[in-house]
T-cell receptor, first 113, second 114 residues
Framework: GAGVSQSPSNKVTEKGKDVELRCDPI?????LYWYRQSLGQGLEFLIY????????KSGLPSDRFSAERTGGSVSTLTIQRTQQEDSAVYLC???????????FGPGTRLTVL | AQSVTQLGSHVSVSEGALVLLRCNYS??????LFWYVQYPNQGLQLLLK??????LVKGINGFEAEFKKSETSFHLTKPSAHMSDAAEYFC????????????FGGGTRVLVKP
């Protein structure tokens, strides 16, 4: 079946602009995670959604970052007023509720000029 | 809080030689442990995992890892390296009570020499 998909695959933006990154999880996966992979910080957790529960936002680095999940499926990660340090690969993962294994998408490479 | 340490950011092995990637973790509760592989410009692919039961776990592509609680380690091995093993490898830990969100090590990039 289809895996986790993310769009766009690459995004180049200018400093100060807002960007939206999209994640389509595997069908039936109610848990959805966002991670960031950057040269300076490695792989780090950003936010976690599980069903209708309040999301775990403990990994978001600043209030410029936000995410939503509509209809329990597609998720959008929004970065406002982008900075150069936001340049990274943003990875999305999904899993069945309570499952220990996450399945990752190919990522979105964000470059802030 | 959980943490993961991978010894060596880069490892170079000859084709046919043993691959050994080291991972140590800290966790306040029994952890779930994972090894993921990342090929260039791709996402993360699960190699293997330990949750409960047998401490020696086998994964895809001939890799295996052993959970040693006394050493808080989860080292990854493969008896004979292949050129296709060239990639970056990440060790990770999660806690079920924390929604299974993953904490990753810094990664080890493996170069395989012919």
């Amino acid at each position: 079946g289809a895996g986790v998909s993310q769009s766009p695959s690459n995004k180049v933006t200018e400093k100060g602009k807002d960007v939206e990154l999209r994640c389509d999880p595997i069908s039936g996966h109610t848990a959805l995670y966002w991670y960031r992979q950057s040269l300076g910080q490695g792989l780090e957790f950003l936010i976690y959604f599980q069903g209708n529960s309040a999301p775990d936002k403990s990994g978001l680095p600043s209030d410029r970052f936000s995410a939503e999940r509509t209809g329990g499926s597609v998720s959008t990660l929004t970065i406002q007023r982008t900075q150069q340090e936001d340049s990274a690969v943003y990875l999305c993962a999904s899993s069945f509720p309570g499952a220990d294994t996450q399945y990752f998408g190919p990522g979105t490479r964000l470059t802030v000029l | 809080a959980q943490s993961v340490t991978q010894l060596g950011s880069h490892v170079s092995v000859s084709e046919g030689a043993l691959v050994l990637l080291r991972c140590n973790y800290s966790s306040s509760v029994p952890p779930y442990l994972f090894w993921y592989v990342q090929y260039p410009n791709q996402g993360l692919q699960l190699l293997l995992k330990y949750t409960t039961g047998a401490t020696l776990v086998k994964g895809i592509n001939g890799f295996e890892a052993e959970f040693k609680k006394s050493e808080t380690s989860f080292h990854l091995t493969k008896p004979s390296a292949h050129m296709s093993d060239a990639a970056e490898y990440f060790c990770a830990v999660s806690e079920r009570a924390a929604g299974n969100k993953l904490t990753f090590g810094g990664g080890t990039r493996v170069l395989v020499k012919p």
